[in-house]
T-cell receptor, first 111, second 115 residues
Framework: AQSVTQLGSHVSVSEGALVLLRCNYS??????LFWYVQYPNQGLQLLLK??????LVKGINGFEAEFKKSETSFHLTKPSAHMSDAAEYFC?????????FGSGTRLSIRP | DAGVIQSPRHEVTEMGQEVTLRCKPI?????LFWYRQTMMRGLELLIY????????DSGMPEDRFSAKMPNASFSTLKIQPSEPRDSAVYFC?????????????FGPGTRLTVL
C-alpha cells in the first residue's frame, strides 16, 4: 500500500535560513511524488512533482526536492526562507487511482 | 480563467439540515475531485469524476453524502442529513486529462459548520 509520512507537524525557521521539510513515502510501484502548498484560507497549489527522470526537481518560488529511492524520501528544501513562505506544505504520493496526501507541515518564518 | 469556483465559501447550518456545496471546475479539465480537510483527519479524497462519471467514491464517509456531476462545468456535494462531525473545509479540485496524476487545481474551499 502507498503512504506518505511528513516528519514534523510544525517547522519554524528564521528569515534567510535554510528550509527543510521532510517527507518519506512507501510505495509498491514506482512512485510519483508531489509537494503542494496551502496558504491561509486558500486551496492547495502544486509546488513541484517527480514522476520519472532527474531526481532533483525544481519547483516554483525557489523550492526544490530530491527523490532518493534508497532512503524512500522526497524532502523539500529552499536555500533562503522568505516571510511569504509561511504556509502549510503537503507531501503526496500516487496510489491506486488516487493521490494520497500527508498530514502536512506548517512552516513559520521568524523575522 | 477564473480558476475553480466553489460556493458558498462559508456555510453554517443546524444538525439534520441538508447542505449542498457547489463547484465549477476549470473549463476543459476532465477530472473533478472532492476533498474534505479537518484537523484530525487531514486531507481526505471523498470522490472523483472523469468526464462527468464517478470513478472512485470509496472515500465517501457514508450514505448521507452524495455527489453529482450533471455536466462538465458543474458538480455538487450534498450532505443529508448533516451532523456536527461533518464540520470541515470541503475542497473541489480539477485536473486536465492525461491521467489522474496530473496537477490538481484547487478551489478556495467551503468552510462548513454544523451546529
Amino acid at each position: 500500500a502507498q503512504s506518505v509520512t511528513q516528519l514534523g507537524s510544525h517547522v519554524s525557521v528564521s528569515e534567510g535560513a535554510l528550509v527543510l521539510l521532510r517527507c518519506n513515502y512507501s510505495s509498491s510501484v514506482p512512485p510519483y511524488l508531489f509537494w503542494y502548498v496551502q496558504y491561509p484560507n486558500q486551496g492547495l497549489q502544486l509546488l513541484l512533482k517527480y514522476t520519472t527522470g532527474a531526481t532533483l526537481v525544481k519547483g516554483i518560488n525557489g523550492f526544490e526536492a530530491e527523490f532518493k529511492k534508497s532512503e524512500t524520501s522526497f524532502h523539500l528544501t529552499k536555500p533562503s526562507a522568505h516571510m511569504s513562505d509561511a504556509a502549510e506544505y503537503f507531501c503526496a504520493v500516487r496510489a491506486a487511482s488516487k493521490i494520497i496526501f500527508g498530514s502536512g507541515t506548517r512552516l513559520s518564518i521568524r523575522p | 480563467d477564473a480558476g475553480v469556483i466553489q460556493s458558498p465559501r462559508h456555510e453554517v447550518t443546524e444538525m439534520g439540515q441538508e447542505v449542498t456545496l457547489r463547484c465549477k471546475p476549470i473549463s476543459g479539465h476532465d477530472y473533478l475531485f472532492w476533498y474534505r480537510q479537518t484537523m484530525m483527519r487531514g486531507l481526505e479524497l471523498l470522490i472523483y469524476f472523469n468526464n462527468n462519471v464517478p470513478i472512485d467514491d470509496s472515500g465517501m464517509p457514508e450514505d448521507r453524502f452524495s455527489a453529482k456531476m450533471p455536466n462538465a462545468s458543474f458538480s455538487t456535494l450534498k450532505i443529508q442529513p448533516s451532523e456536527p462531525r461533518d464540520s470541515a473545509v470541503y475542497f473541489c479540485a480539477s485536473s486536465p486529462g492525461q491521467g489522474i496524476y496530473n496537477e490538481q487545481f484547487f478551489g478556495p474551499g467551503t468552510r462548513l459548520t454544523v451546529l
